[in-house]
């Protein structure tokens, strides 16, 4: 075989191959972090990236730390989304009608105002989570729970089914260490310990005939 034809092929490929990367590492870096002041609970982020949303209300973010909502957005070859948020269950802030502009990096949005290239505002904050195993015979089951007074909509947050029996879901409580709860078949059907509420902490908690046990082992094994 001619050895400059296959010099020229390893060079070709080299080439094809270092474009690759770096379009790659391009895209890689196009992500965005938004952090939202908002005393909604659940608080979900509905957002275009180049003309393309997402399905309404848009996705779930996460509790950064009391009184912000956090969540990173894959952006692919975009710099810039729009973006608005909602409570999931019809009351929006979507700037006015026109939508916040948001880019890459840390961007908080706060009273309408967006802040591009900011500073973690959680940052020093601690931010606990509690994990809820629930025993049940409902299908589905749903989750109602008030972190620091500030309760998630009714019916609240699906529950997954971690086991025969068993359902779970995992909550982010921001700075708080305990939270209220209560639990409903998304049907009117409620166990709210008697009117009183459940008072659960950090780490992994049952509830079980009225009990709740702190610090619990996984009900479902490992």
């Known amino acids: 075989?001619?050895?400059r034809r296959v010099h020229l092929a390893a060079a070709t490929a080299i080439v094809a191959l270092s474009s690759l990367m770096t379009v790659t590492a391009a895209r890689a870096a196009n992500s965005a972090t938004?952090?939202?002041?908002?005393?909604?609970?659940?608080?979900?982020?509905?957002y275009g990236i180049n003309g393309t949303w997402t399905s309404v209300p848009g996705v779930a973010m996460d509790t950064a730390c009391t009184g912000w909502k956090k969540k990173t957005v894959d952006l692919g070859?975009?710099?810039?989304f729009q973006v608005t948020f909602n409570n999931g269950?019809?009351?929006?802030?979507?700037?006015?009608?026109?939508?916040?502009?948001?880019?890459?990096g840390t961007t908080t949005v706060k009273d309408g105002v967006v802040t591009a290239n900011a500073a973690n505002p959680c940052e020093g904050t601690t931010t606990n989570s509690a994990t809820v195993y629930y025993y049940t015979g409902w299908n589905?089951?749903?989750?109602?729970?008030?972190?620091?007074?500030?309760?998630?909509?009714?019916?609240?947050?699906?529950?997954?089914?971690?086991?025969?029996?068993?359902?779970k879901k995992t909550v982010d409580l921001g700075n708080a260490?305990?939270?209220?709860?209560?639990?409903?078949?998304?049907?009117?059907?409620?166990?709210?310990?008697?009117?009183?509420?459940?008072?659960v902490g950090t780490?992994?908690?049952?509830?079980?005939?009225?009990?709740?046990?702190?610090?619990?082992?996984?009900?479902?094994?490992?």
């Not at 952090?35 to 509905?46: E, L, V």
């Not at 699906?158 to 068993?166: I, K, P």
């Not at 709740?212 to 479902?220: E, F, G, L, S």
């Open 1 to 3: 075989m001619n050895r």
């Open 34 to 46: 938004v952090f939202y002041k908002t005393g909604w609970n659940p608080a979900n982020i509905h």
């Open 77 to 80: 070859n975009a710099t810039s």
């Open 89 to 104: 269950s019809g009351t929006w802030d979507n700037n006015g009608g026109n939508n916040y502009t948001a880019g890459t």
């Open 140 to 167: 589905p089951a749903d989750i109602h729970y008030g972190i620091n007074g500030t309760w998630t909509s009714v019916p609240g947050v699906a529950m997954d089914t971690a086991c025969t029996g068993w359902k």
């Open 177 to 199: 260490t305990s939270f209220q709860v209560t639990f409903n078949n998304g049907s009117g059907t409620w166990d709210n310990n008697g009117g009183n509420n459940y008072t």
């Open 203 to 222: 780490g992994t908690s049952t509830v079980k005939n009225g009990v709740v046990t702190a610090n619990a082992a996984n009900p479902c094994g490992s």
